[in-house]
Protein backbone atom coordinates (compact mmCIF):
# COMPACT_ATOMS: atom_id res chain seq x y z
CA UNK A 1 0.00 0.00 0.00
CA UNK A 2 1.43 3.39 -0.90
CA UNK A 3 1.03 6.24 1.66
CA UNK A 4 -0.99 9.44 1.04
CA UNK A 5 1.26 12.26 0.41
CA UNK A 6 0.89 15.70 2.19
CA UNK A 7 -1.86 17.91 0.52
CA UNK A 8 -0.83 21.57 0.40
CA UNK A 9 -4.07 23.66 2.29
CA UNK A 10 -4.69 26.71 3.43
CA UNK A 11 -3.30 26.69 7.31
CA UNK A 12 -4.07 28.51 9.97
CA UNK A 13 -1.02 30.45 9.35
CA UNK A 14 -0.54 31.76 5.88
CA UNK A 15 2.43 31.03 3.57
CA UNK A 16 5.67 32.27 4.37
CA UNK A 17 4.68 33.39 7.85
CA UNK A 18 6.12 30.61 9.99
CA UNK A 19 9.62 29.42 11.37
CA UNK A 20 11.74 29.92 13.69
CA UNK A 21 13.72 33.13 13.58
CA UNK A 22 17.23 31.88 15.98
CA UNK A 23 17.51 28.55 13.76
CA UNK A 24 20.85 29.73 12.87
CA UNK A 25 23.82 29.36 15.25
CA UNK A 26 21.61 27.53 18.15
CA UNK A 27 22.72 24.12 19.40
CA UNK A 28 19.34 22.58 17.85
CA UNK A 29 20.10 24.16 14.64
CA UNK A 30 22.49 21.31 12.90
CA UNK A 31 21.08 20.48 9.42
CA UNK A 32 22.10 18.22 6.81
CA UNK A 33 22.04 19.48 3.38
CA UNK A 34 18.88 20.98 3.12
CA UNK A 35 16.79 18.81 5.90
CA UNK A 36 17.67 19.31 9.99
CA UNK A 37 18.12 16.10 11.45
CA UNK A 38 15.23 14.16 13.38
CA UNK A 39 14.38 10.84 14.84
CA UNK A 40 13.78 8.48 11.96
CA UNK A 41 13.33 5.29 14.21
CA UNK A 42 12.50 4.19 17.53
CA UNK A 43 13.25 0.29 19.14
CA UNK A 44 11.81 -0.14 22.81
CA UNK A 45 12.53 -3.18 25.05
CA UNK A 46 10.49 -3.05 28.18
CA UNK A 47 9.96 0.27 28.31
CA UNK A 48 7.03 1.61 30.50
CA UNK A 49 3.58 -0.28 28.40
CA UNK A 50 6.07 -1.81 26.19
CA UNK A 51 7.68 -4.95 25.87
CA UNK A 52 8.81 -4.92 22.38
CA UNK A 53 8.41 -1.51 19.89
CA UNK A 54 10.53 -1.03 16.56
CA UNK A 55 9.06 1.36 14.51
CA UNK A 56 9.74 4.22 11.55
CA UNK A 57 8.95 7.17 12.26
CA UNK A 58 8.37 10.36 10.01
CA UNK A 59 8.71 14.03 9.74
CA UNK A 60 5.19 13.65 11.65
CA UNK A 61 3.93 10.97 13.43
CA UNK A 62 0.51 10.66 14.91
CA UNK A 63 0.21 8.45 17.99
CA UNK A 64 -3.75 7.13 18.20
CA UNK A 65 -4.71 4.40 20.79
CA UNK A 66 -7.43 4.01 23.51
CA UNK A 67 -7.12 4.97 26.82
CA UNK A 68 -4.06 3.65 28.79
CA UNK A 69 -2.30 2.48 25.90
CA UNK A 70 1.10 4.20 26.25
CA UNK A 71 0.79 7.19 23.87
CA UNK A 72 2.50 9.50 26.99
CA UNK A 73 4.37 6.82 27.63
CA UNK A 74 5.78 6.21 23.90
CA UNK A 75 6.80 10.06 23.85
CA UNK A 76 8.57 9.82 27.27
CA UNK A 77 11.39 7.68 25.84
CA UNK A 78 11.80 10.79 23.86
CA UNK A 79 11.88 13.41 26.71
CA UNK A 80 14.07 10.73 28.56
CA UNK A 81 16.43 11.68 25.91
CA UNK A 82 16.54 14.48 26.21
CA UNK A 83 16.79 14.50 30.75
CA UNK A 84 19.83 12.44 30.22
CA UNK A 85 22.10 15.66 28.54
CA UNK A 86 19.65 18.41 29.77
CA UNK A 87 22.04 20.69 32.29
CA UNK A 88 21.10 20.08 35.77
CA UNK A 89 19.71 16.36 34.73
CA UNK A 90 22.12 13.43 33.66
CA UNK A 91 20.98 9.37 34.11
CA UNK A 92 20.79 9.75 37.16
CA UNK A 93 17.88 12.31 37.79
CA UNK A 94 16.40 10.88 34.60
CA UNK A 95 15.25 7.88 35.97
CA UNK A 96 15.62 8.39 39.76
CA UNK A 97 14.16 11.87 40.50
CA UNK A 98 12.20 12.10 37.08
CA UNK A 99 10.75 8.27 36.56
CA UNK A 100 10.86 7.06 40.05
CA UNK A 101 13.68 4.39 39.45
CA UNK A 102 14.20 1.43 36.85
CA UNK A 103 10.94 -0.61 38.65
CA UNK A 104 8.57 3.05 37.39
CA UNK A 105 10.21 2.24 33.83
CA UNK A 106 10.31 -1.37 33.55
CA UNK A 107 7.19 -3.15 31.67
CA UNK A 108 4.59 -4.50 33.93
CA UNK A 109 4.67 -7.86 31.32
CA UNK A 110 8.44 -7.70 31.62
CA UNK A 111 10.27 -10.97 33.25
CA UNK A 112 11.86 -10.13 36.30
CA UNK A 113 15.28 -8.00 36.21
CA UNK A 114 14.81 -7.75 32.37
CA UNK A 115 16.91 -5.03 30.95
CA UNK A 116 15.56 -1.87 29.37
CA UNK A 117 16.58 -0.66 26.01
CA UNK A 118 15.81 2.65 23.92
CA UNK A 119 18.19 2.34 20.60
CA UNK A 120 17.25 5.47 18.32
CA UNK A 121 18.17 6.24 14.48
CA UNK A 122 18.79 10.22 13.66
CA UNK A 123 19.20 11.45 10.13
CA UNK A 124 17.05 12.62 7.00
CA UNK A 125 15.18 11.43 4.71
CA UNK A 126 17.87 11.06 2.39
CA UNK A 127 20.34 9.67 5.02
CA UNK A 128 17.97 7.79 8.00
CA UNK A 129 20.97 6.95 9.60
CA UNK A 130 23.07 9.37 9.91
CA UNK A 131 23.72 8.43 13.87
CA UNK A 132 22.67 5.38 16.08
CA UNK A 133 22.55 5.61 19.67
CA UNK A 134 21.28 2.56 21.96
CA UNK A 135 21.22 2.17 25.73
CA UNK A 136 20.25 -0.53 27.79
CA UNK A 137 20.06 0.08 30.88
CA UNK A 138 19.31 -2.22 34.70
CA UNK A 139 19.85 -1.84 38.57
CA UNK A 140 23.36 -2.92 40.31
CA UNK A 141 23.05 -4.86 43.44
CA UNK A 142 22.44 -1.23 45.48
CA UNK A 143 19.31 -1.16 42.95
CA UNK A 144 21.16 2.06 41.71
CA UNK A 145 20.50 2.65 38.00
CA UNK A 146 23.42 1.04 35.69
CA UNK A 147 24.05 0.88 32.69
CA UNK A 148 24.51 -2.38 30.61
CA UNK A 149 25.54 -1.23 27.50
CA UNK A 150 25.97 2.17 25.54
CA UNK A 151 26.71 1.94 21.85
CA UNK A 152 27.43 5.00 19.03
CA UNK A 153 27.10 4.53 15.26
CA UNK A 154 28.12 6.88 12.72
CA UNK A 155 26.83 5.74 9.41
CA UNK A 156 27.29 2.61 10.32
CA UNK A 157 31.12 2.93 11.77
CA UNK A 158 30.97 2.60 15.81
CA UNK A 159 32.37 5.22 17.69
CA UNK A 160 31.30 4.13 21.21
CA UNK A 161 30.84 0.48 22.74
CA UNK A 162 30.22 0.09 26.26
CA UNK A 163 31.15 -1.80 29.02
CA UNK A 164 34.87 -1.28 27.92
CA UNK A 165 37.85 -2.45 29.67
CA UNK A 166 37.76 0.64 32.00
CA UNK A 167 33.98 0.32 32.71
CA UNK A 168 35.04 -2.89 33.95
CA UNK A 169 37.68 -1.79 35.93
CA UNK A 170 35.59 0.78 37.88
CA UNK A 171 32.03 -0.34 37.59
CA UNK A 172 31.00 3.01 38.67
CA UNK A 173 31.63 4.68 35.32
CA UNK A 174 28.30 2.83 34.40
CA UNK A 175 26.30 5.17 36.67
CA UNK A 176 26.72 7.66 34.22
CA UNK A 177 26.21 7.98 29.97
CA UNK A 178 29.25 9.09 28.21
CA UNK A 179 26.85 10.77 26.01
CA UNK A 180 26.27 13.21 28.88
CA UNK A 181 30.02 13.86 29.84
CA UNK A 182 31.36 16.82 28.06
CA UNK A 183 35.02 15.95 28.35
CA UNK A 184 33.87 12.31 26.39
CA UNK A 185 31.44 13.08 23.91
CA UNK A 186 33.63 15.12 21.88
CA UNK A 187 32.97 12.65 18.85
CA UNK A 188 29.31 12.41 18.75
CA UNK A 189 28.37 15.84 20.70
CA UNK A 190 25.89 16.49 17.98
CA UNK A 191 23.59 13.57 19.31
CA UNK A 192 23.65 15.11 22.72
CA UNK A 193 22.80 18.62 20.91
CA UNK A 194 20.44 17.04 19.15
CA UNK A 195 18.84 15.17 22.67
CA UNK A 196 18.79 18.66 24.34
CA UNK A 197 16.78 20.05 21.58
CA UNK A 198 13.98 18.26 21.89
CA UNK A 199 10.90 20.02 23.52
CA UNK A 200 7.27 18.45 25.16
CA UNK A 201 4.27 20.61 25.69
CA UNK A 202 0.85 20.35 27.15
CA UNK A 203 -0.39 23.90 28.12
CA UNK A 204 -2.36 23.51 31.23
CA UNK A 205 -4.35 26.94 30.82
CA UNK A 206 -4.94 27.32 34.89
CA UNK A 207 -0.80 27.61 35.44
CA UNK A 208 -0.50 30.34 32.75
CA UNK A 209 -3.34 32.10 34.70
CA UNK A 210 -1.79 31.50 38.09
CA UNK A 211 -0.02 35.03 39.10
CA UNK A 212 2.69 33.25 40.64
CA UNK A 213 3.31 30.71 38.39
CA UNK A 214 6.83 31.24 37.12
CA UNK A 215 8.29 30.29 40.84
CA UNK A 216 11.49 27.99 40.12
CA UNK A 217 10.20 26.91 36.86
CA UNK A 218 12.65 26.87 33.33
CA UNK A 219 10.75 26.16 30.10
CA UNK A 220 7.88 24.16 31.99
CA UNK A 221 6.20 21.98 29.84
CA UNK A 222 2.53 22.89 31.56
CA UNK A 223 3.17 26.64 30.55
CA UNK A 224 3.21 27.78 34.06
CA UNK A 225 6.35 30.12 32.88
CA UNK A 226 5.03 30.32 29.10
CA UNK A 227 4.25 34.40 29.78
CA UNK A 228 7.92 34.91 31.61
CA UNK A 229 9.20 32.70 28.01
CA UNK A 230 7.73 35.23 25.95
CA UNK A 231 8.70 37.81 27.88
CA UNK A 232 12.19 37.54 28.11
CA UNK A 233 12.53 36.70 24.68
CA UNK A 234 14.58 39.73 22.45
CA UNK A 235 12.13 42.62 21.24
CA UNK A 236 12.71 41.65 17.70
CA UNK A 237 11.76 38.22 17.56
CA UNK A 238 9.03 38.94 20.38
CA UNK A 239 7.23 40.90 18.51
CA UNK A 240 7.80 39.18 14.79
CA UNK A 241 6.79 35.96 16.84
CA UNK A 242 3.72 37.59 18.50
CA UNK A 243 2.61 38.88 14.80
CA UNK A 244 2.09 35.91 13.31
CA UNK A 245 0.17 34.22 16.45
CA UNK A 246 -2.15 37.92 16.01
CA UNK A 247 -2.82 36.36 12.81
CA UNK A 248 -2.98 32.94 13.32
CA UNK A 249 -5.11 33.66 16.30
CA UNK A 250 -7.78 36.06 14.15
CA UNK A 251 -9.09 32.97 12.31
CA UNK A 252 -9.81 31.32 15.18
CA UNK A 253 -10.59 34.14 18.10
CA UNK A 254 -12.08 36.53 14.96
CA UNK A 255 -12.73 39.36 18.16
CA UNK A 256 -9.26 39.87 18.95
CA UNK A 257 -6.77 42.05 17.54
CA UNK A 258 -3.61 42.57 18.78
CA UNK A 259 -1.43 40.82 21.58
CA UNK A 260 1.59 42.89 23.61
CA UNK A 261 3.68 41.79 26.66
CA UNK A 262 3.03 44.28 29.65
CA UNK A 263 4.32 44.15 33.34
CA UNK A 264 2.76 45.24 36.72
CA UNK A 265 3.32 46.99 39.49
CA UNK A 266 5.24 43.72 41.27
CA UNK A 267 7.77 43.74 37.65
CA UNK A 268 5.76 40.33 36.70
CA UNK A 269 5.32 40.18 32.96
CA UNK A 270 1.21 39.58 31.24
CA UNK A 271 0.25 38.90 28.42
CA UNK A 272 -2.78 40.92 27.22
CA UNK A 273 -5.00 40.75 23.81
CA UNK A 274 -6.87 43.45 22.55
CA UNK A 275 -10.27 42.75 21.40
CA UNK A 276 -12.76 44.14 19.19
CA UNK A 277 -15.57 45.70 21.23
CA UNK A 278 -18.39 48.47 20.79
CA UNK A 279 -16.29 51.23 22.04
CA UNK A 280 -14.19 52.04 19.33
CA UNK A 281 -10.78 51.62 21.59
CA UNK A 282 -11.77 48.33 21.71
CA UNK A 283 -11.42 46.35 25.35
CA UNK A 284 -8.54 45.00 26.61
CA UNK A 285 -8.41 41.27 28.76
CA UNK A 286 -5.18 40.10 30.67
CA UNK A 287 -4.12 35.94 30.21
CA UNK A 288 -6.40 35.54 33.48
CA UNK A 289 -9.30 36.65 31.06
CA UNK A 290 -8.47 34.81 28.40
CA UNK A 291 -10.26 31.57 27.37
CA UNK A 292 -8.97 27.71 27.85
CA UNK A 293 -9.10 27.60 23.97
CA UNK A 294 -7.17 30.89 23.59
CA UNK A 295 -4.41 30.34 25.98
CA UNK A 296 -4.20 26.27 24.32
CA UNK A 297 -3.63 27.81 21.11
CA UNK A 298 -1.68 30.45 21.66
CA UNK A 299 0.60 28.06 23.37
CA UNK A 300 0.84 25.85 20.71
CA UNK A 301 1.66 28.57 18.13
CA UNK A 302 4.72 29.88 20.35
CA UNK A 303 5.98 26.01 20.86
CA UNK A 304 5.96 25.58 17.06
CA UNK A 305 7.95 28.93 16.60
CA UNK A 306 10.34 28.54 19.68
CA UNK A 307 13.10 25.80 18.85
CA UNK A 308 13.83 24.14 15.90
CA UNK A 309 14.38 20.47 17.55
CA UNK A 310 11.39 17.71 17.53
CA UNK A 311 8.27 19.16 19.25
CA UNK A 312 6.27 16.68 21.23
CA UNK A 313 2.66 17.48 21.87
CA UNK A 314 0.49 15.46 23.99
CA UNK A 315 -3.45 16.06 22.61
CA UNK A 316 -3.05 19.53 21.36
CA UNK A 317 -6.72 19.88 20.21
CA UNK A 318 -7.97 19.92 23.91
CA UNK A 319 -10.73 22.63 24.06
CA UNK A 320 -10.21 24.19 20.54
CA UNK A 321 -13.26 24.08 17.82
CA UNK A 322 -13.52 21.36 15.81
CA UNK A 323 -12.78 23.52 12.98
CA UNK A 324 -9.79 24.75 14.03
CA UNK A 325 -8.31 20.96 14.83
CA UNK A 326 -9.01 19.82 11.23
CA UNK A 327 -6.46 22.62 10.28
CA UNK A 328 -3.50 21.80 12.73
CA UNK A 329 -1.61 19.05 10.52
CA UNK A 330 -1.88 21.47 7.80
CA UNK A 331 -0.08 24.09 9.93
CA UNK A 332 2.69 21.04 11.05
CA UNK A 333 3.21 20.87 7.74
CA UNK A 334 3.16 24.54 6.60
CA UNK A 335 5.78 25.09 9.58
CA UNK A 336 8.04 22.40 8.51
CA UNK A 337 8.42 23.62 5.53
CA UNK A 338 10.05 26.48 7.12
CA UNK A 339 12.09 24.67 9.57
CA UNK A 340 12.22 21.24 9.11
CA UNK A 341 11.18 20.52 12.60
CA UNK A 342 9.97 16.98 13.82
CA UNK A 343 6.27 17.07 15.60
CA UNK A 344 5.37 14.12 17.13
CA UNK A 345 1.53 14.46 18.44
CA UNK A 346 -0.87 12.14 20.47
CA UNK A 347 -4.33 12.71 20.05
CA UNK A 348 -7.60 11.33 20.46
CA UNK A 349 -9.36 13.38 18.50
CA UNK A 350 -10.79 12.06 14.45
CA UNK A 351 -10.83 15.89 13.71
CA UNK A 352 -7.05 15.79 13.93
CA UNK A 353 -7.18 12.84 11.54
CA UNK A 354 -9.27 13.99 8.71
CA UNK A 355 -6.66 15.74 6.99
CA UNK A 356 -6.40 13.83 3.31
CA UNK A 357 -2.76 15.09 3.53
CA UNK A 358 -1.92 12.74 6.54
CA UNK A 359 -0.12 9.58 5.16
CA UNK A 360 -0.85 6.05 6.54
CA UNK A 361 3.14 6.27 6.91
CA UNK A 362 2.71 8.97 9.65
CA UNK A 363 0.37 7.19 11.35
CA UNK A 364 1.70 5.07 14.66
CA UNK A 365 -1.48 2.53 16.03
CA UNK A 366 -1.10 1.09 19.73
CA UNK A 367 -3.13 -1.04 20.77
CA UNK A 368 -2.66 -2.76 24.51
CA UNK A 369 -2.40 -6.00 24.80
CA UNK A 370 -1.54 -8.64 27.92
CA UNK A 371 1.94 -8.77 26.95
CA UNK A 372 1.93 -5.11 26.19
CA UNK A 373 1.28 -2.74 23.85
CA UNK A 374 1.79 -2.97 20.46
CA UNK A 375 2.65 -0.29 17.96
CA UNK A 376 1.87 -0.55 14.08
CA UNK A 377 2.21 2.32 11.34
CA UNK A 378 -1.77 1.95 9.77
CA UNK A 379 0.06 1.29 6.56
CA UNK A 380 0.72 -2.23 8.07
CA UNK A 381 -3.21 -2.31 8.71
CA UNK A 382 -4.36 -4.41 5.27
CA UNK A 383 -8.36 -3.20 6.32
CA UNK A 384 -7.24 -0.01 6.70
CA UNK A 385 -5.35 0.46 3.91
CA UNK A 386 -8.14 -0.85 2.16
CA UNK A 387 -10.75 1.25 3.30
CA UNK A 388 -8.72 3.91 2.97
CA UNK A 389 -7.75 3.73 -0.74
CA UNK A 390 -12.06 3.36 -1.28
CA UNK A 391 -12.48 6.99 -0.28
CA UNK A 392 -13.08 5.96 3.93
CA UNK A 393 -11.81 8.61 5.64
CA UNK A 394 -8.83 7.86 7.59
CA UNK A 395 -10.85 7.80 11.54
CA UNK A 396 -13.22 6.22 10.26
CA UNK A 397 -11.02 3.23 8.99
CA UNK A 398 -8.76 3.80 12.08
CA UNK A 399 -11.49 3.46 14.79
CA UNK A 400 -12.51 -0.01 15.09
CA UNK A 401 -8.93 -0.55 16.07
CA UNK A 402 -9.07 2.44 19.09
CA UNK A 403 -12.63 1.61 20.40
CA UNK A 404 -12.22 0.31 23.91
CA UNK A 405 -14.22 -3.33 24.11
CA UNK A 406 -17.67 -3.37 25.76
CA UNK A 407 -17.58 0.30 25.85
CA UNK A 408 -21.26 0.29 25.59
CA UNK A 409 -21.33 -1.27 29.33
CA UNK A 410 -20.26 2.38 30.34
CA UNK A 411 -24.35 3.09 30.39
CA UNK A 412 -24.54 0.72 32.67
CA UNK A 413 -22.45 2.88 35.37
CA UNK A 414 -25.95 4.37 37.25
CA UNK A 415 -27.96 0.57 37.08
CA UNK A 416 -28.30 -1.30 40.75
CA UNK A 417 -26.50 -4.04 39.34
CA UNK A 418 -23.64 -2.35 38.48
CA UNK A 419 -23.39 -0.80 42.10
CA UNK A 420 -25.06 2.47 41.61
CA UNK A 421 -27.23 4.38 43.78
CA UNK A 422 -29.67 2.05 46.08
CA UNK A 423 -27.12 -0.71 45.20
Same mark, same amino acid.
Given at each position: MKARKSAKAPSLFGAGTVGPESGKGSRSGAKRGSERLRFTSLRLENWRNFTSVDVSLRSRVFLVGPNAAGKSNLQDAFRFLHDVVAVGGGFQAAIENKRGGIGGLRCLAARQHSDIRIDVGIGTDQEPDVW??? =???????? /?QPEIRSERVEQRGVELLARPDADDREDPKRLTQTHLEQINVNREFREIADFFASVRYFHVVPQLVREPDRSAGLTKDPFGGDLIEQ? %?? @??? /????? /? =????? &? %? =??? %?? $?? =?RQLEVEKDARGVPHLRGKYQHWRPQGAWQRED?? !?DGTLRLLGLLWALLDGTGPLLLEEPELSLHPEVIRHLPQ?? !????? @??? /????? !? @?? !? $????? &? $????? &?????LQPGENGTVVRSTQDFEDIANLVVNGVPLPEAILPHTRPENVSQLVLFSDDRAGGPGS
Open positions: RYS =LVINQNNQ /RI %AS @TPN /RIQNS /R =LKKIE &D %A =LRV %AV $PQ =LQF !SMF !SRMQR @TSG /RQIVV !S @TH !S $PDLLV &D $PGIGL &DEVLL
